[in-house]
């Protein structure tokens, strides 16, 4: 589930670098606006994409990946439902700025979430199928775009997003929900289960079992070891 929801993520914010140019044309003629005014439909999402990728970092990390995960998807989405009711070439710069502040995220975040999500030795397989997911936007925003266009509306560029943009906050949430009731019974019990734990912590409790059944644990000494320390302090003590 941690997969598609992040595929899905990714696919959006790729998608929209590119659908929106066969659809330019249209968007000039309804909105009213000179070649140089449209351009920046284009430019403005670019633009705010580029500038807010840098302290995405510093903001998942002061207020959790996940979380961060789902306001941008959901800003995203509204945003992209928010582009397609625009008005004038105003609202539609507007609107593509906040598609660009919220979509700057998606990429990076999914890519942090599907690496926490995968063991170390699952993450080689887990980032081959985020890939094509990184791929197939680009690759699908033209032909999808120009289909959607001829065939409705250009308004149903940006709409084409809503169906993704529901299903990836939807399966976020639930999957956060989760970990939280997670959480809260393992402090509860004083313990993590398994699956909850890091790749980590599995190695370390795994090599502490094992050197504590190979003898190696200095905390646990066997019975005839402290009676033969015990017995020696004696005699040394008496002589």
């Known amino acids: 589930m941690v997969t598609i929801c992040a595929m899905t993520a990714t696919i959006m914010q790729a998608l929209d670098t590119t659908i929106a140019n066969v659809a330019l044309p249209y968007m000039q003629g309804t909105l009213s606006a000179s070649q140089d005014q449209i351009n920046w439909v284009l430019t403005s999402y670019i633009v705010a994409a580029a500038i807010m990728t840098a302290p995405v970092g510093w903001i998942a990390n002061r207020f959790g990946r996940k979380r961060i995960f789902i306001i941008c998807s959901g800003g995203f989405t509204i945003a ?30 999914s890519q942090a979430v599907m690496l926490d999500s995968y063991a170390l030795h699952e993450r080689a397989k887990a980032m081959s ?12 925003g033209p032909s999808l775009g120009a289909w959607l266009t001829e065939t409705y509306s250009w308004h149903w560029v940006f709409f084409v997003n809503l169906p993704f943009g529901i299903f990836t906050v939807l399966g976020l949430v639930s999957l956060h929900g989760r970990d939280q009731k997670g959480h809260r019974t393992c402090a509860s019990t004083g313990s993590a289960s398994p699956r909850l734990r890091s790749p980590s912590a599995r190695c370390s409790s795994r090599s502490t079992a ?6 190696w644990n200095p905390t ?3 019975p005839s070891s402290s009676s033969r320390s015990s017995a020696s302090i004696i005699s040394s003590r008496i002589r």
């Not at 094992?210 to 003898?215: D, E, K, L, Q």
Request: hydrophobic share 55%; net charge positive.
């Open 80 to 109: 992209s439902v928010l582009c397609g009711l625009a008005q004038d070439i105003n609202q539609m710069v507007l609107f593509r700025l906040l598609q660009g502040v919220f979509g700057a995220a998606l990429v990076p975040l």
């Open 129 to 140: 199928i985020w890939g094509m997911g990184v791929m197939m936007g680009p690759i699908m």
């Open 210 to 215: 094992a050197s504590s059944s190979a003898g």
């Open 220 to 222: 646990r000494s066997s």
